[in-house]
């Protein structure tokens, strides 16, 4: 199975879930360290909310929220253990941020929307950063275009689940994941949707729901998925290792 987890850092006052909890650098390079503690593969790091209702803020204080954690993250891991490199994640839309998030030692840029990932793209250009991307089943323009750029390999394919979607598209989207992974590497960020909701008919508070987010992240591990983007890194982990465990 081998799914990799990528803990979620949100430097945001308005985040659904966790909106204010880790606005401040210092809270947010602690939250990062934890969760790598708990067994996260990959942090990645948001400035921006992209809740439902959320203001949309410029590139300019994105990049403010996201350069101190990440510069901070980077520089203490050189002057602890240089060897033991955290994958780190940036979650813009805004490759002003991207560019800038790459130099500043980024290795994969988490692109929430399709409209700027032809200019993503163009960032990856000698180095070795990754790019995670929307893609859903049928959206063959967009693949012929990755296909054109031989970037395919560097690619992550998001089915963007709770995006412009009923619980229902997001069923179908979970279920598609095995078609999706033929096509390539999967990512899958379904952590503290309402899709748990829809599924089991409970009314519950946000953050609540971490039976069904594990069971999520389990499901699409399974399916095939690489990467699961959650919040309750530890579970998950937890989850994820016994179920490898019996798969032999």
């Known amino acids: 199975m081998m799914c990799k987890v990528m ?7 308005d985040s659904f879930s966790d909106g204010g909890q880790f606005f401040k650098p210092e809270e947010a390079i602690r939250r990062a360290k934890n969760l790598v503690a708990d067994g996260a593969d990959i942090i990645d790091l948001g400035g921006e909310s992209t809740r439902p209702g959320a203001t949309p803020i410029g590139w300019e204080e994105e990049w403010s929220r996201i350069e101190p954690v990440l510069v ?19 979650d813009t839309y805004h490759p002003e941020t991207a560019e800038r998030a790459i130099r500043a030692g980024a290795d994969i840029i988490n692109c929430v929307y399709p409209e700027p ?9 000698g180095n070795e950063v990754e790019l995670v991307v929307p893609y859903r089943i049928g959206d ?25 979607t009923t619980r229902e598209e997001d069923i179908e989207l979970l279920r598609s994941i095995p078609e999706l992974a033929e096509k390539g590497r999967v990512l899958v960020g379904a952590s503290r949707k309402r899709i748990v909701k829809k ?8 953050g609540k729901n971490v039976g069904g987010n594990v069971a999520i992240a389990v499901w699409a591990a399974m399916q095939g998925a690489s990467v699961v983007r959650v919040h309750d890194v530890k579970e998950t982990v937890q989850a994820l290792r016994v179920v490898e465990r019996l798969r032999g």
Request: aromatic share 4%.
């Open 72 to 90: 901070g993250l980077r520089s203490i891991e050189q002057s602890n253990n240089p060897n033991n490199r955290t994958i780190l994640s940036v």
């Open 7 to 13: 803990g979620i850092v949100n430097v945001t006052p």
């Open 117 to 125: 990932v032809a200019e993503m793209m163009k960032l990856l250009g």
């Open 199 to 206: 599924l089991v008919g409970e009314k519950s508070a946000v």
């Open 140 to 164: 063959e323009d967009f693949r012929r275009e990755t296909e054109d750029a031989r970037i395919a390999s560097r690619l992550y394919l998001d089915p963007m689940i709770g995006f412009g």
